[in-house]
């Protein structure tokens, strides 16, 4: 029961991340890239 709503808050929180880096793409593309990076890291670990 736990474990559905742990895995919504990830997706919901990785949803929000990748809005936020979406929103760098265009203005710091070295910033955009680090957190890219950080996201799929975050993502294959979860």
């Known amino acids: 029961m736990f474990s559905s709503v742990v895995n919504t808050t990830s997706e919901f929180r990785?949803?929000?991340?990748?809005?936020?880096?979406?929103?760098l793409k265009n203005v710091d593309l070295f910033e955009y890239k680090i957190l890219t990076a950080i996201l799929s890291a975050y993502v294959n670990n979860n």
């Open 14 to 23: 990785i949803h929000a991340w990748k809005l936020k880096i979406d929103k």
